[in-house]
């Protein structure tokens, strides 16, 4: 199994990049393809390991940031770290790619690099939201498509079905369509429309009808199907108050002597209450609907949410779950 | 000034409409007309006031609850609390609605008994979203409309600008399109086109560009235009996100005696910090777009955030809301 790894994109990269990369080499026996700055990547290399087996720099000069424009960036930097790591998949050199960095830009290269799932129109990014209960459910799409169609949604629950079922070992993943109300009639034409379609699917899925935007931390749902407008406003609302409630809750209690013994008290459980929200330990958001294997690690990746992705990435290779994404879709 | 009160709609009906009705009466100098279950009302008057000078009941015999379709209950139920206020409006006996009841209902209601502002086709909801400093944003339309036209969105723009303007006295407010990037050619087909209407507007509006879901609580924009499905999933998200922080932050404190203790020491606040999310300091939410004044209070709402709602109602009236919107329409 060989992973092309970008090791030029996200916030700590390349450091956080190259040794998450070695430590996924180490414990889940996988060859890693590092590309990006040879010079930079060799150095980070030397500093922390002396074991150079199944990892190999693959020399990109440029770098694509959050502000090149997608599509213009795979067009144009032709040698940058990302572009290179999907050319890796293309050519059958490697067999999945993981990247931290923008996410616009490994859409747009694993659409037109990789290609599309053949009878899949609109690949989605899935992302995994954790709950208060320790669990998550994975929001498809939560941003790659806007104006999406109904038969875009039914796919992208196809694709969030095999995903969970193969790669997260659950045996029949609740699928809920995001919605305004309950009732099968709520909502707006496309969710009106993508419930029908799921509702009567000849397809074995768990449709589990709408869930609202109130009940999604409630664990209520495994699969939350939406539109990428939708499911960007959802992600992007949840991830600002969790983090604007964080800020307020430390400020609150920073703010008198009394509060601060308190907070003294309370550390450790604040600490686990916050770990709750820890995205590294699920790993990144799968780019579903592409022929190969491509992983977007959080932007803020440390070392450890890169290895998760690797290891995430290993085994949608190893389940097959593009393959079975087509099968499914040839009987849709 | 005279108020036609919902008395039967709301998590705490009769009671607390009640007793905020008297409340409002007694510090807003206004008249209330008490719809709703005559000889209930009538028990709650005497027990709560022994003035019973501007305020009036209304016998209605029928409630409408969460559960009755919306435009059916409106048709059918003519004898309800609700239907009873809205029809008092309509025969000019009051001035403005007030109702805790169910926000579907209510729109209906306004629609179908009191009807739209010229000029205006879709009413729409505006909700106020507190932030973490002290102030708030309106959401609109935070659930009326879905498949809005971008000339809709316009449409609530103009309205919420006005209504901050006039109701919480603002100079010029920040106005902002929800949207999934901050780039002007971001979002869907939807948002696109609302842009450049925003954009190319000759109304004084201080049209500020995107805004992301995630800034939504850093307090950048006054009013947030959005579809209404957007806006829904908006505010449930961040209202389910606060509530389930909270309780799992509440299971962490009480987890352990170390904890109980820290708790005991940060309870004040704590309170402060939750006091942020109190949605009864701001009142209810408008339903802008119909020809009379109608406030929809929060369902939860105790009597200080239905005397809150019966106040907002009034200050709407004396300066002249709707009016002001009917002629910003028709300059358009």
Chains 1, 2 share one sequence.
Do not use: W
């Not at 599509?71 to 032709?78: C, L, N, S, T, Y």
């Not at 940058?80 to 859409?107: H, P, Y």
């Not at 609302?237 to 009394?258: C, I, Q």
């Amino acid at each position: 199994m060989r992973i092309a790894v970008d090791a030029m994109g996200g916030d700590n990269a390349p450091e956080a990049i190259v040794k998450g990369s070695i430590l996924a080499r180490d414990e889940y026996n996988v060859s890693i393809i590092l590309s990006g700055k040879e010079n930079e990547i060799k150095k980070l290399l030397e500093k922390n390991t002396s074991d150079f087996n199944n990892i190999e720099i693959l020399n990109a000069e440029e770098v694509i940031s959050n502000d090149d424009k997608p599509v213009m960036a795979i067009r144009r930097k032709k040698n940058s770290s990302l572009v290179k790591a999907l050319n890796a998949v293309k050519d059958k050199e490697a067999d999945a790619v993981v990247s931290a960095g923008s996410t616009g830009a490994l859409l747009a290269g694993a659409t037109l690099v990789i290609g599309r799932i053949k009878g899949i129109e609109r690949p989605a990014i899935g992302s995994l939201i954790p709950n208060m209960s320790g669990g998550f459910a994975l929001l498809i799409d939560s941003g790659a498509n806007v104006d999406s169609k109904p038969e875009f949604l039914y796919d992208f629950a196809i694709m969030g079905d095999i995903y969970l079922k193969k790669v997260m070992n659950m045996s029949s993943p609740r699928i809920a369509l995001a919605n305004i109300g309950s009732e099968k009639t709520k909502g707006d034409k496309l969710t009106v429309e993508t419930y029908n379609l799921l509702e009567n699917t000849t397809l074995p899925l768990n449709f589990t009808g709408n869930i609202e935007a109130r009940e999604i931390l409630q664990g209520k749902a495994d699969i939350i199907v939406c539109d990428g407008f939708v499911g960007n406003m959802i992600l992007k609302t949840l991830e600002g108050t969790v983090l604007e409630l964080m800020k307020g809750l430390k400020k609150e209690l920073l703010s008198s002597t009394r509060t601060k013994i308190g907070a003294a008290f309370i550390k450790p459980a604040l600490s686990n209450f916050k770990s709750k929200f820890d995205y590294s330990e699920h790993g990144g958001a799968p780019i579903l609907g592409v022929s190969n294997t491509v992983i977007k690690a959080h932007g803020s990746s440390d070392e450890k949410a890169l290895k998760n992705a690797i290891r995430q990435a290993k085994i949608c290779c190893e389940n097959n779950v593009n393959e079975l994404i087509e099968e499914s879709i040839m009987r849709r």
